[in-house]
């Protein structure tokens, strides 16, 4: 088989740039958690408009 093939991409991230990644990590985190308890509720407990 023939060699892979591939890019290499390196990022340099000052202290202020990594403590706002970390931030913007746990909101979406906290959001995904608050989605996944909303799909995990009962969906016959609101009326749908054919009720």
């Not at 088989?1 to 290499?8: D, K, L, P």
């Amino acid at each position: 088989m023939g060699s892979v093939r591939g890019i290499t991409i390196e990022l340099g991230f000052d202290d202020k740039t990594k403590l706002k990644l970390r931030a913007i990590a746990k909101h979406a985190e906290a959001l995904a958690d608050e989605l996944d308890r909303i799909d995990a509720t009962n969906v016959y407990e609101h009326p749908t408009e054919e009720e």
